[in-house]
């Protein structure tokens, strides 16, 4: 069924401890043109959040080509009611016909299931890249369905961008204004050649920022920034449940700070199960030494090391 110049990203835009350093200044988009013609047609599969608000930002942003979604039609509907498509086809197969890049927006094991499905199947020409939030598992996938040619043919990259509401009712063409779109080449890979220089230019004419890294420090440099403080709010939601019921007001008498820490607990399960299940040994690490420290504040309320627990948090960089 059918519904009617890129900023540096070489090694010196990578810090040692493998932070990509997001200051580095932007230089002008250059390909812009060029693009408008080069990809005259882009799929998204999975048209919620993520998927539905790039095809927002693109169109926002001035991306003259037809936009194709795929996911299950009343997604496909509501997506096309929202303008974050031009067309939805349902069957992934059918959605990629005639598309110079497809993007894979879908929770990561449909990323890695929909690579297999799909990559073999592809014009050669054609770019196939992902939005997956941890990167090891979906790299090695993408190695071993294209083999050699994987540095021309797969783009592995992950906005870091987001809402606690999931769905493409919640899409928001400016929701990568300023975010962080990490980018994990390939062995040999350049991401400034061909398509997935051209699909990076249009990732920053939408607001986003993109840095290199390699996937593996990816995936832990994630665990701590991205995936511990879900699994922080998740715990702290559930003990407040647990110990006043689900009906109690808390939030208006916990103010701000409860309000903030909690509000990604909403966030769905569909997603992080993904998630936890493809960086599980990197969250655990984490997980692990949180506990620890948590402990060492539990047993020190009354010890001048709580005010060195204070001290050391006051270093964190806040820009």
């Not at 350049?190 to 420090?217: H, R, S």
């Not at 699994?231 to 006043?244: D, G, I, Q």
């Not at 990197?282 to 009354?302: G, M, S, V």
Request: with cysteine; glycine share 8%; proline share 4%.
């Amino acid at each position: 069924m059918q519904i009617g110049t890129r900023m540096a990203r070489s090694a010196s835009g990578i810090r040692s401890a493998g932070v990509p350093d997001l200051s580095v200044a932007k230089s002008p988009a250059r390909h812009v043109l060029c693009l408008s013609v080069a990809i005259a047609q882009i799929t998204i599969i999975g048209t919620g959040l993520i998927g539905g608000s790039l095809g927002l930002a693109l169109k926002t942003h001035g991306y003259k080509g037809r936009i194709v979604g795929c996911d299950r039609i009343p997604v496909l509907e509501r997506a096309h009611r929202e303008s974050a498509i031009d067309f939805g086809v349902a069957n992934p197969v059918d959605a990629v016909r005639g598309s110079q890049v497809i993007v894979l927006a879908t929770p990561i094991g449909a990323i890695i299931d929909l690579i297999e499905l799909l990559g073999r199947a592809l014009p050669a020409k054609t770019l196939l890249t992902d939005v997956g939030s941890t990167k090891s598992e979906i790299v090695a996938r993408a190695l071993k369905v294209f083999g050699k040619a994987a540095g021309k043919r797969f783009l592995a990259g992950h906005p870091m961008a987001g809402k606690e509401n999931s769905g493409v009712e919640n899409a928001d063409p400016n929701l990568f204004q300023d975010a962080a779109w990490l980018v994990t080449p390939l062995p040999s890979q350049n991401t400034d050649d061909g398509l997935c220089g051209e699909f990076l230019e249009w990732v920053e004419k939408i607001g986003a920022k993109v840095a290199e890294i390699d996937a593996k420090k990816h995936d832990y440099l994630c665990a701590w920034i991205s995936h511990l403080p879900q699994m922080m709010s998740t715990a702290l939601a559930a003990s407040l449940v647990e110990e006043f019921g689900e009906d109690a007001p808390l939030l208006l008498p916990g103010g701000r700070a409860l309000r903030e820490m909690t509000r990604i607990s909403a966030s769905p399960y569909s997603m992080w199960r993904d998630v936890a299940l493809t960086n599980k040994k990197n969250l655990q690490k984490c997980l692990l030494k949180l506990e620890q420290r948590l402990a060492h504040i539990r047993e020190n309320l009354d010890t001048r090391e709580l005010a060195l627990e204070f001290e050391r948090a006051h270093q964190l960089k806040k820009t």
